[in-house]
């Protein structure tokens, strides 16, 4: 190899290791300028989460828990009544006459549980102000119980504010178990369409708690 071969390749190898640092040095400003641009994104985003508000999509139930109680708080249904209060530990409402299940039905939700002396229903079937108080508060997915006596009565005024509920002659607690209970349910189709069905409880508890542990775990 010449001379000139020698002294040109050393040229072309000094140009090539200069060019080299400088793609270096450019991709390692470039590195950094990149980084810096991403902690401002992040920032950005950080201030942004933290002034926007949370909005749920779905809200949950406000977790009120509150028990309405309907009737005399005697017999089967008052010992019942006694042990719900501490199991759900919410606020009681009692309520004795029609006139007073309008002020009972505001502040309710799903959290929400209205147990019935059976007796109370008694000649009340059908009164205005008993369907119009189930068409309130069935929407809601509220727990309606009626506990000992003719319970049956239960589905026989809700049919009132609720036609389908059952068929004619088809009372779901037609003989009178001493806890029956009904429960608007929400619920998802396989193509996201929401619709309402009936879930209902029947049941013969040997005791007050027993009644108290199928409501807790019914829904």
């Known amino acids: 190899m010449s001379l000139w071969t020698l002294s040109s390749a050393s040229i072309f190898w000094a140009q090539g290791r200069d060019t080299t640092k400088k793609m270096r040095a450019a991709a390692a400003t470039f590195a950094v300028v990149g980084v810096v641009v991403v902690l401002s994104l992040l920032a950005l985003v950080g201030l942004l989460g933290e002034h926007e508000p949370s909005v749920p999509r779905n809200p949950a139930a406000s977790g009120s828990e509150t028990v309405v109680f309907v009737g005399s708080q005697s017999g ?57 108080f ?20 239960l589905f026989d005024a809700l049919k ?24 608007l349910k929400q619920a998802t189709s396989w193509d996201g369409t929401a619709y309402y069905g009936d879930s209902i409880l029947v049941g013969f508890p040997e005791s007050a708690q027993s009644a108290v542990d199928s409501i807790s775990n019914w829904g």
């Open 76 to 132: 089967f249904a008052g010992e019942t009544l006694a042990l719900l209060k501490s199991h759900f530990g919410g606020p009681t409402v009692s309520v004795t006459q029609l006139a007073d299940l309008p002020a009972a039905a505001k502040g309710l939700d799903r959290s929400s549980i209205v147990v019935f002396n059976s007796d109370w229903l008694t000649g009340k079937v059908g009164a205005v102000a008993l369907t119009d």
């Open 134 to 153: 189930f068409k309130t508060i069935l929407p809601l997915q509220v727990k309606i119980v009626a506990l000992g006596g003719p319970t049956s009565l």
């Open 160 to 183: 009132q504010a609720r036609d389908g509920i059952f068929a004619e002659g088809r009372n779901p607690a037609y003989d009178n178990p001493p806890l029956a209970g009904y429960m």
